[in-house]
């Protein structure tokens, strides 16, 4: 998961980016490998004499888990159809990503995505790309602005051991919320303790915008930073979401020639 480790690349933040306590300082790639272990090494000076958090047990859940466990508060749904190309090919292929919305807990946030997706405000989703991806970690998405990385971390800081890596595109930085630029943290009800669960990437407290991230692991390290909102709803998006994580990196650089780009999503 994460490598060599281009620590610039692991953010969900928008413009700035994340410090697992945010993603950009994310635990090591050895902690998700399936013989979990604990560790306490720090990645970034940020980060020090602090454990990431104990990993006695894997993080991984099977999809039949995933679909036992979802939550049962949820009383919107809202869709992505993502065309991609799978691993081993060129061709290309749509499917769809449907989520649970968690309105009834957190609905500002919960309006936020829907109203994107519809494009309600004349702007949104449809047309923009997972631009970060990084196995065993989470797929990133929601800068229709732009579309770019930065180095800040989740947090709010700029981790010592980071850099900005060379690059042509501002991919990562942009985004809006349908209230303005930003909009506060509406609560941390909901943790980050299963695959598929849908959160709100951000550059410290209180800069919600239209970036978010999708897990596909227990991430437990980004509770009470970022703002659970949703979740995937079934198995078969979750599939869709697991193929599209194929098609990452280490540094969250996608290895496919063909971004993951929404082409349509709404409400259902």
């Avoid at 797929?139 to 900005?164: A, W």
């Avoid at 985004?175 to 695959?195: A, L, Q, T, V």
Wanted: a positive charge.
């Amino acid at each position: 998961m994460f490598g060599a480790y281009r620590l610039t690349e692991w953010f969900l933040g928008p413009a700035e980016f994340p410090c697992p306590c945010c993603p950009a300082c994310a635990p090591p790639a050895t902690m998700f490998s399936r013989s979990l272990k604990s560790t306490t090494t720090p990645l970034c000076s940020s980060f020090a004499s602090r454990p990431l958090f104990n990993c006695n047990q894997s993080s991984f859940l099977s999809l039949r888990q995933f679909h036992q466990t979802t939550a049962t508060m949820v009383n919107t749904k809202a869709f992505f159809d993502v065309e991609y190309a799978p691993v081993g090919t060129s061709a290309k292929k749509v499917g769809r990503i449907n989520f649970n919305l968690y309105e009834d807990d957190v609905p500002k946030t919960s309006k936020n995505f829907r109203e994107l997706c519809t494009g309600k405000h004349g702007f949104g989703y449809k047309g923009s790309s997972f631009h970060r991806v990084i196995p065993s970690f989470m797929l990133q998405g929601g800068d229709f602005t732009r579309g770019n990385v930065s180095i800040r971390s989740f947090c709010g800081r700029i981790c010592p051991s980071l850099e900005l890596m060379p690059t042509n595109s501002s991919q990562g930085t942009g985004g809006k919320s349908i209230y303005g630029e930003k909009f506060p943290d509406e609560n941390f009800k909901f943790k980050h303790n299963k695959p598929g669960l849908l959160s709100m990437a951000n550059a410290g407290p209180n800069t919600n915008g239209s970036q978010f991230f999708i897990t596909t692991v227990v991430t437990s390290w980004l509770d009470g930073k970022h703002v659970v909102f949703g979740e995937v709803a079934d198995a078969e998006s979750m599939n869709v979401v697991k193929e599209i994580e194929a098609l990452g990196s280490n540094s969250g650089a996608l290895r496919s020639n063909v971004k993951p780009t929404i082409v349509d999503c709404g409400e259902l």
